[in-house]
T-cell receptor, first 116, second 115 residues
Framework: GAVVSQHPSRVICKSGTSVKIECRSL??????MFWYRQFPKQSLMLMAT?????????EQGVEKDKFLINHASLTLSTLTVTSAHPEDSSFYIC????????????FGPGTRLLVL | AQKVTQAQTEISVVEKEDVTLDCVYE???????LFWYKQPPSGELVFLIR??????QNEISGRYSWNFQKSTSSFNFTITASQVVDSAVYFC????????????FGAGTRLAVHP
């Protein structure tokens, strides 16, 4: 199989705090992981591409200092939303790709972030 | 430019009806990949199928079937004898063969299957 987990599944925080979301590939090594954001009833918006051991590549319009991404190992990538504000409230979902280019991305269950 | 169009925003059917979800894509690449994902109310995207541009064979998996036609740049998805558990948002996606292999998603089609 190809199982991807995310933690936490749901988080509520106060404005100004930072929140870390973990994405793990449980049964395979992921050289590349992706972070998406999804607003209600909309499609997924790619935020950044993360390759193990190197800096993430951010999509245009995504603030790299606001959304810190670390891909420290072949099974773990983290997204930290720094100094969160209510407009950061969203559904964040990660995906992981097994290896070679063209391979399928497998998605985690997502994290619902609510910033009060 | 790469683009995926899912013109059907919402579809509502009664159980046991067949339903086809349309997907039209645009790309100038000769090598690319097409995907369908299912997103149930829980939120997780479930991988359904991957097809590369050189393989135009249609595929059937149980009640699911896919029709890939390069001539019309379409990759349609049909659910036969729909069930309530099929209710979800379905996304069609396109991936280029080079670079970081970003997935380009369509807007999604929300399918509601009523008993």
């Amino acid at each position: 199989g190809a199982v991807v987990s995310q933690h936490p599944s749901r988080v509520i925080c106060k404005s100004g705090t930072s929140v870390k979301i973990e994405c793990r590939s449980l049964d395979f090594q992921a050289t590349t992981m992706f972070w998406y954001r999804q607003f209600p009833k909309q499609s997924l918006m790619l935020m950044a591409t993360s390759n193990e051991g190197s800096k993430a590549t951010y999509e245009q319009g995504v603030e790299k200092d606001k959304f810190l991404i670390n891909h420290a190992s072949l099974t773990l990538s983290t997204l930290t939303v720094t100094s969160a504000h209510p407009e950061d409230s969203s559904f964040y979902i990660c995906s992981a790709r097994k290896g070679n280019l063209g391979e399928t991305q497998y998605f985690g269950p997502g994290t619902r972030l609510l910033v009060l | 430019a790469q683009k995926v169009t899912q013109a059907q925003t919402e579809i509502s059917v009664v159980e046991k009806e067949d339903v086809t979800l349309d997907c039209v894509y645009e790309t100038r690449d000769t090598t690319y990949y097409l995907f369908w994902y299912k997103q149930p109310p829980s939120g997780e995207l479930v991988f359904l199928i991957r097809r590369n541009s050189f393989d135009e064979q249609n595929e059937i998996s149980g009640r699911y079937s896919w029709n890939f036609q390069k001539s019309t740049s379409s990759f349609n998805f049909t659910i036969t004898a729909s069930q309530v558990v099929d209710s979800a948002v379905y996304f069609c996606a396109l991936m280029r063969s080079g670079g970081y292999n970003k997935l380009i998603f369509g807007a999604g089609t929300r399918l509601a299957v009523h008993p």
